[in-house]
Nanobody
Framework: QEQLVESGGGTVQAGGSLRLSCTIA????????MGWFRQAPGKEREGVAAIWPPGGTTYYVDSVKGRFTISRDDAKNALYLQMNSLSPEDTAMYYC????????????????WGQGTQVSVSS
């Protein structure tokens, strides 16, 4: 059984919106950070948004503040990333991650990863 499975990627025009979803296996603890990361070709993986499920505190990289929203559905054990006002600079493979202990936007702190879903934004 895969631990995290992403969906919702695709190709949109600049200014458009996409909603990414991540289904998380039940045995993955909800008492650690969960987040979304992205990696564009030739670039390092970047933390985009994270959430601390027990309290609901959210964290965002500056470049997406005001445009992206991370949320969680406890009943469905799912994580979401609503992305609005997309720009070509947002083009990347997006990954769902769980099991983060510290530094919510640092990829090295996460234990569980999905396979990724591609987001492409055309100008």
């Amino acid at each position: 059984q895969e631990q995290l499975v992403e969906s919702g990627g695709g190709t949109v025009q600049a200014g458009g919106s996409l909603r990414l979803s991540c289904t998380i296996a039940r045995y993955v603890s909800s008492r650690h950070f969960m987040g979304w990361f992205r990696q564009a070709p030739g670039k390092e993986r970047e933390g985009v948004a994270a959430i601390w499920p027990p309290g609901g505190t959210t964290y965002y990289v500056d470049s997406v503040k005001g445009r992206f929203t991370i949320s969680r559905d406890d009943a469905k054990n799912a994580l979401y990333l609503q992305m609005n006002s997309l720009s070509p600079e947002d083009t990347a493979m997006y990954y769902c991650a769980a099991g983060g202990v510290t530094s919510p936007l640092a990829s090295a702190n996460y234990l569980y990863w999905g396979q990724g879903t591609q987001v492409s934004v055309s100008s």
